[in-house]
């Protein structure tokens, strides 16, 4: 079972972390995610301080960074992070709609780059 | 060496399905990846056909869906795909600071996805 | 550059080895990647001990064999084996109608795939 | 928690798909991926329209196709479409022995695909 | 469900494995790996065959070498994997502060390594 | 092509990287993935400081953690990666057997890894 270190039991320095997180977020309680990586807390430290950096209002508006940050995460396959992103998508206003075409995409875009690599396309010149 | 059809040496169906990309795309000739599918031209109309549907207009605008394209493609590692969707999407707008700050969503999704799944990290109530 | 051990500067135990893959396959030479592989005689002489017996003739007939090991190593993305294994599969009987649906069956894998990690879709109990 | 849509509470362009989904197969109710995908009807017709074609009779037999399809899918690591694609392939015929074949192959191509990429293994001119 | 063969229902050829494998590592019981591995008994005996060669004393000492096969298990995304070799490397000595470290390390490769394809860096002369 | 921002080119943000980078390492110019990286500052800069961490002394030796970089880096395929990690490993001190004896896990880690997926094996209540 994985080990989930919950603020009760946490240390200063993992607290510290969890209240700035959750002073970020408008959030009661950190995510599983945050309670796992407390195991080691210069990742848990590191982690959430390079993450908020990244996902810091910017050139691409909110709702287009999770729903890029989803997308990445399906390709990779990692189960909690589709659930984790999928609902933090939801939540900036990614309706069923956009879902769906972001679906799509995924299932499209798994399609295509396998068949690219099953058959060894060179790169186009026109795009270097 | 991967075989590419090229349109003078392409049977009447082969030529049907890049006329149409031509068209759709107002460009002069089909990039590699079409002319490598046309060994089986089944496959070609198909995907093709697929393709132009996923990335007709929706909810999301086009430059949104060509960089989630592109997202997904290189969370997969494809390096084919990883140049024709950013060619793709810098002709739709992306600027260098979009591309940026898509590049850092992939770093950072790369290593909290690879963490999650190292932790094995048990899914949120409240994502369900 | 992988440094490749050719038969001349082999040790005995290496060319022992490389034999026994070119009496096996009726070849002059053994590909790449036996020669990049000698750089760890024991990993080079379990690795083909392995395949060896993985590929003998069983339920399954040669070709079928090849062509699942082409179907694997594509999905995996592996470029060198998809070249080596397409090699095989052809001297072994793969026409381009084969092919071309092999290559077909891999992309819709990869889309089924990617979708189904991407909804999380449940088990159904009638396979279990 | 995955979003299932049941045929009763499909709407008619749902039901369609589900339809000829169960005509085309014989069965009495559409898998789980089906009713999944069902949230973006587009994607569920297109998917299904699709996976139809690819799957019909061809060059390969339709066993040899199924077990291609569970090959690239455990490649991927999907567990719903390794669990999905193994009934199908057992229904379709496949023993024990296959099974177990395919299996020893699975491991062996990931472990000379990987064996391959660490090495960085040049692909030999004979396979161009 | 997985079926997983018990000592008690085992053929002797499986059993002859588990209790080889028993013997080697001091349990009183095979994990469920080799128990599920059973359904082809041939790919039972090889797989351990090759794995105990592997993980032989060497040139690394055997915790090292159960970390790096916990640090590919993990990049690979196989859950079971990272739980038993987690369990292994404990039982070999690795402490939290250890653990932590392998994480952090994991998660910054899942980033560079995205990073570097997505930007598709040209291998250093250097590096050759 | 891949834009490589040579130190003559870079902005005083850029160049500050660099010039930590070579001091910390001790080399006379930075490699391509920097270069590379530095079409975004930001997350070349948040990159290289992460890495700092990640890689400083520890509870774990530098060779070992150059290690685990290369084994994740192998198992994820990433070409670039596997080429300066190996590389990196070398001028800690890794030798030939040692290289070889870390392949020899990357592919059993490869196999075992398939199988447990393809076999979708329950993790043992003793990891728990």
Redesign the interface.
Known sequence: ??R?IEYADASPEVRAVYDDIKAARGVADV???WK??A??P??LA??WE??R???AP???DPL??E???L??????????????H??AARAKGM??????????????????????????????P???
């Open positions: 079972m994985t989930l995510n599983n995610f796992a990586l195991v080691h210069p990742t590191r982690t390079s993450l950096r990244v996902m910017g050139a691409l287009v960074k729903m890029l940050y997308a990445a995460s399906a390709a990779a396959g990692c189960a909690y992070c589709v659930a984790s999928t609902a309706t069923e709609e956009m879902h769906g075409e972001l679906l799509a995409i995924l299932g499209m875009a798994a399609e295509t780059n396998r068949l690219a690599e099953a058959l060894r396309v060179p790169v186009d026109a795009f270097e």
